[in-house]
C-alpha cells in the first residue's frame, strides 16, 4: 500500500478527518518503511505535540492486553480519544499480532474514538525501531490525546521502545519472578509507575515488597518524580482509576518540571541520530553495489591479507563518493 | 586491562605461545571494546583462518552446556585443541555466566588443550555483536582447532551470531516447544545439523517428527547439504561421538564444495560494514559534540519545526566535516 504523490495529499486529509481506513493504510505504509512518511510529513509535523505518550511494558502473561483495555475503557469514560500501539520487538510475524488486534478490538469496537494496532517487527528490528516515531507521529496528527504503545516482554528493545514514551509504565504479577528479570533488562530504571496486576492472587504483597526494596537501592533527586507502586485485578477493572490518575500527576509533574521538554528532546536526539545512521547505512549499501568494493575487500578480510578495520575505512571512503539516494 | 603498545609486542607473543592467562587478557580487551584489537591485529591475522567454527544455539533448558562438555570430551579425545565461547545475548551482566565458566571448567580445568569463556553484552548488544568476531580472531591464532561459540536462546541476537559459524547447530529437547519458537526466529533456516537432546524423555521421538515436518516445506537445491537430524542423551554422552563424526561430514562437505570459502567471504562483508558503521556512528557522535549541532536539531524536531529526516541529513553533512578519530 504505497503512499505515491498523487493520492498523498487527499488521503492524509481523510487521516486528519478521522478516517480510520486511510489511518491504518499510511501507518502500513509507514511500518513497511518509515521513509514513506516523508511525503506527508510537512503537512503532518504542525498537528502534532498535543498526544501523551504512556509506554506500557511487562513480561508475557502479567496480564498487559488486559490492563491496557481497562486503561482505554477509563481513559474513554473521561471523554478522551486513545490509540494503541502494541508493538512486539520478538515477533517477527504479524499473524499472531493481528489476531490480538481483532480479539481486543472487540471491546471497544464500535467506538470511532479508539483506535487499535499492532506493529511487529517482519525480522528486521531496526525497521521497527524505526517504524514506531513516525506511526507516534501519524496517531498524534489524527488527534488522539492518549497513545498507549504496549510491548511485550522486558528485552533491551522494549526498554528502547518505552524510552519513546512521555510516561513509562512496567506491568509487573505474581508467580513469575519477572521482578529480578525486569531489574536486568534495565526496564526497572526507566519507569514511572509500578503496576502489580492479578493482586488477588497470593503474592502479590511480596512482589510489591521486593519492588520496594529493590527502588531503595537507586538513587533519585530530591525534586525527581518518585515512581509509585500500585496494584490492580485488570480482569475486574481494579484499581485502573487510580493508574489513569497516577498516570495524569505524572503528566502535570512531566509539564510543571519541564522534564517533558527534556524527554522529548531526548526522544528527538534518538530520532535524528537513527536516521542519519540509517541514510548512512543506505549510502554503504550503495557504495558497496556501485564499485563492486565490499566483495573484494571481504575476500582479502577473509583470506587474513587485510585487516577487517582498514578494509571498513575503505568502504567508508567509498561511500562518501556515492550521493544521498535516501534520507 | 588495556593492551598498551609497550606492552603489546610481548603479550601477544605469550597468547601465541599458549599462554591462557594472556590470552584472557587480550580477550577482556577486545571485549571491552572491539577496536583494542587493532594494536595487534596485523600479527595475529598471518596466524589465522585455520580454526573450524561450530556455533551451537538453542533455548534455555535443552542442555547447551551438557552437550558442549560432552562434544569438547569427544574432540580432546581425538586429540584437538578446543574452545567454548559462551556468548549470552540476552544478559548484560557477566556475573552469571562467569559462574557457568567455572563449573564447566571443572571437568576439563586440568586440560591445557581446553579453553572456556563467558561474554555477555553489558547492556549493550552491538558491542557483543563488534566483540565476538575479534575475540574468534584471537582464538584461531592461539591455535585452537575447534572453537564452539554457543549462543543461549532462540532469537535474532542469536541467530546473528550462529551465522558467525562455519557450522551451525541447533539444539533441541522435547516437552519445550521450542521447535516452533525457533522456527519463529528464522534459527531453523541457519542449522546444518539439528541435536534433538534428553532423547530418553517420551516426547522426544515427537519432537524429531515434528522437526521433520518442518524442514520438509522448506526448499533446498540438489547439491545442498541435508541438515541431519540426531538425538543424544547429554547428561549421559550417548550421541555425542556421532555428533562429533557429523560435524566433520559437514566440515569435509564445507571444503570440497566451495560453501567454506563463501560462508567466510559473507562473514567478512558482515564484519566490515559492522565496523563502518560503528565508525561512522563515533563521527556522528563527535560532530554532534564539536558544533552543539544536534541539541539544536533536536529541539527543532521537538517542537514540530524541523521534519527529522532533514535533520538528519543536516546531522550527517556535519559529521562529514570530522575526520576520522577511530576505525
Redesign the interface.
Known amino acids: 500500500m504505497p503512499v505515491t504523490d498523487s493520492t498523498t495529499g487527499s488521503s492524509l486529509d481523510r487521516v486528519l478527518a478521522g478516517d480510520t481506513r486511510a489511518l491504518a493504510r499510511l501507518l502500513s505504509a509507514v511500518e513497511d518503511d518509515a ?1 514513506r512518511i ?1 511525503s506527508v ?2 503537512d503532518l ?2 498537528k ?2 498535543a498526544a501523551r505518550i504512556i509506554g506500557l511494558t511487562g513480561a508475557p502473561g502479567v496480564g498487559k492486553s488486559t490492563v491496557t483495555g481497562a486503561l482505554v475503557g477509563a481513559f474513554r469514560a473521561a471523554g478522551r480519544r486513545v490509540a494503541v500501539l502494541a508493538v512486539d520487538p ?4 504479524t499473524g499472531g499480532a493481528l489476531l490480538g488486534d481483532r480479539i481486543r478490538m472487540q471491546e471497544h469496537a464500535t467506538d470511532d474514538a479508539v483506535f487499535i494496532r499492532s506493529m511487529a ?1 517482519r ?1 528486521h ?1 531496526g525497521g521497527l525501531a524505526a517504524a514506531t ?1 513516525q506511526a507516534i507521529r501519524v496517531l498524534d496528527a489524527a488527534g488522539f490525546e492518549l497513545i498507549i504503545i504496549e510491548t511485550v516482554g522486558v ?2 528493545a522494549e526498554v528502547a521502545i518505552a524510552s519513546l514514551a512521555d510516561s513509562v509504565v512496567v506491568l509487573l504479577a505474581p508467580g513469575m519472578g519477572d521482578a529480578i528479570q525486569a531489574a ?3 526496564i526497572l530504571e526507566v519507569a514511572d509507575l509500578y503496576v502489580v496486576n492479578k493482586a488477588d492472587k497470593p503474592d502479590a504483597q511480596q512482589v510489591v515488597r521486593d519492588l520496594r526494596n529493590m527502588l531503595a537501592l537507586g538513587h533519585r533527586a530530591q525534586d525527581d518524580w518518585k515512581p509509585p507502586i500500585i496494584t490492580t485485578v485488570g480482569s475486574r477493572g481494579e484499581g485502573i482509576d487510580e493508574m489513569a490518575a497516577r498516570l495524569d500527576a505524572h503528566w502535570d509533574w512531566l509539564r510543571s518540571s519541564g522534564e517533558l ?1 527534556r524527554r ?6 534518538e ?3 537513527a ?7 543506505a549510502r ?1 549499501a550503495a557504495g ?1 553495489i556501485e564499485s563492486g568494493g ?2 573484494e ?3 582479502q ?5 587485510l ?7 575503505q ?2 571512503a567509498q ?2 563518493a556515492v550521493p ?1 539516494t535516501r ?1
Chains 1, 2 share one sequence.
Open positions: 521513509a516523508r510529513i510537512k509535523l504542525p502534532t505535540g520478538s515477533s517477527p510475524f517487527s525480522g528490528l516515531p528485552g533491551q536486568k533488562a534495565g521538554e522529548r528532546q531526548a526522544r528527538a536526539r530520532e535524528i541520530t536516521l542519519a545512521i540509517a541514510a548512512l547505512r554503504l558497496a565490499l566483495d575487500l571481504a575476500a578480510v577473509a583470506d587474513g591479507t585487516d577487517p578495520f582498514q578494509a571498513a575505512e568502504l567508508a561511500a562518501e544521498y534520507g
